[in-house]
């Protein structure tokens, strides 16, 4: 039997198609890009250039831009005349046995594939190039607005007039094409497994400190404990496997979706209604639109993760005035506010400080000099014997209620100003350091320092393991 080219085009064939089959077989959605890199100045042009790509089409062939091709470029301003938005397509001619599928001239559109001439060295030696007949994929580029009959294709982008003034394309970013890899494509990468790690990241690490503050462990059994430290466990364990798919090269669409997918499962327990919500089905050919949706589906059930629930602003300090501005939310009855001291003093030494009404007033920022001047009433502050839970517990940390009552004139100038400060008297302030918020204190014979903040604590709701329930033992009306 003599060989003949059919010979070799069959088992080239064969070998292509087995190869296709067992990636088909054993790895789901083994299509679309691996990366891409369009030139911005071109698309600023209206003009679409691929300047590298790499890429798989759905019949399982490969394509390297610019290793094995080149691509034309293509002329934006009359297809976003005509629509909005415009899809890019990587297409290539379909394989038929029937015709020819190589052609020399780039003008034959019906041709897979166009012969060229390459220099070959002889690898071994490095020398003796000779030129050898290749033959190479007959790619281009197509818009939405053509015709694909007779093509493979694979979209690649999605171009859209930008919403800025200066009119010029941009990549839509709420289209991401089919990927073979999430970080060939950034705007996926970032905008969802990147934001979802820095999101989640943030709330474990407010739980955690809050668990770590009260030296909360799985023996305690204080309302709310149980639920921070599962809260604080499930966190941990999808932070942990979501940072590693961030930082590997290569992971999939496919198997990040179920991650997330997975997370959805483990935060749902912890909703207001308990019960697994829906989770949009993977689209390959649309990665945009079921990430982005299960994105925010994560993100609405972390907002439903419990966190401390208060709102925390530091005095600043101006001479022997501390001042903090106020929110006007803050005064309605739905919330306490309380003054958190912080003090190398001890707990009795500071509230000596705070009770004997000769060392320092408190009122509006306005009326504080004045209050500590004439020597006048200010605003009462009550030690709090037990803090609401939400509030961060430390050794050298006291705190304080503000006696909230439109009956008293202080308070109404508070209310008015928006504003709180304590006026401390010239003979205990003796320095302040850089930070401007802590000031060097004299006071019985010790030196320490000392900073206010003031912490506005919203009362409590259902589920929510750190509220707080006003009673009798939490906030003592008498010191």
């Excluded at 490969?62 to 297809?79: A, E, F, K, Q």
């Amino acid at each position: 039997m003599f060989l003949a080219p059919q010979h070799y085009q069959l088992a080239d064939r064969f070998s292509a198609q087995t190869l296709q089959r067992d990636i088909d077989w054993t790895r789901p959605y083994g299509w679309g890009i691996r990366d891409i890199e369009v030139d911005q100045e071109s698309l600023a042009n209206h003009r679409f250039l691929v300047r590298q790509l790499r890429a798989r089409l759905p019949g399982g062939e490969v394509l390297s831009v610019p290793d094995d091709t080149t691509l034309p470029v293509i002329d934006l301003r009359s297809c976003l005349q005509k629509d909005a938005t415009v899809r890019i397509f990587l297409a290539v001619p379909l394989h038929h046995l029937a015709r020819a599928n190589v052609a020399e001239s780039p003008e034959s559109i019906e041709a897979r594939y166009l012969v060229s001439n390459a220099e070959v060295p002889d690898e071994n030696l490095g020398t003796d190039a000779r030129t050898v007949q290749v033959r190479r994929l007959n790619a281009r580029l197509l818009t939405s607005q053509e015709d694909h009959a007779g093509f493979e294709t694979l979209p690649i982008a999605q171009v859209r007039r930008s919403h800025r003034s200066t009119s010029v394309p941009e990549i839509d970013p709420t289209y991401v094409p089919p990927l073979l890899a999430c970080d060939g494509w950034q705007p996926l990468h970032a905008e969802v497994l990147g934001r979802l790690t820095e999101h989640l990241g943030r709330k474990r690490s407010v739980l955690q400190a809050q668990a770590t503050s009260r030296s909360i462990d799985f023996d305690c059994a204080g309302q709310g404990e149980r639920l921070l430290l599962e809260q604080l466990r499930v966190l941990n364990t999808i932070t942990a496997e979501l940072a590693v798919d961030i930082q590997a090269v290569g992971i999939p669409p496919f198997f990040a979706y179920r991650q997330l997918a997975s997370i959805v499962g483990q935060l749902s327990v912890f909703a207001s209604e308990i019960g697994l919500p829906t989770i949009p089905a993977y689209n390959h050919d649309e990665l945009g639109k079921c990430f982005f949706k299960l994105r925010d589906l994560i993100e609405q059930q972390l907002d439903e993760v419990a966190e401390p629930r208060y709102e925390q602003r530091p005095f600043m300090a101006e001479g022997t005035l501390l001042n903090v501005e106020l929110a006007p939310n803050w005064f309605d009855e739905g919330h306490l506010l309380l003054v958190g001291v912080r003090s190398s003093l001890d707990t009795d030494e500071v509230e000596q400080l705070f009770r004997s009404g000769r060392f320092l007033k408190v009122g509006s920022r306005d009326r504080a000099n004045e209050l500590y001047l004439q020597g006048a009433a200010g605003l009462k502050l009550t030690r709090v014997g037990h803090p609401p839970r939400a509030l961060p517990l430390s050794t050298n940390v006291s705190y304080y209620l503000v006696e909230k009552d439109e009956a008293l004139g202080e308070w109404r100038e508070v209310m008015h100003s928006l504003t709180l400060a304590a006026r401390f008297g010239e003979q205990v302030v003796i320095d302040h350091l850089p930070d401007g918020q802590t000031i060097v204190v004299n006071f019985q014979g010790h030196t320490s320092t000392l900073a206010l903040s003031l912490f506005a604590v919203p009362k409590a709701k259902a589920r929510v393991p750190f509220g707080f329930e006003a009673s009798s033992t939490d906030i003592p009306l008498t010191v």
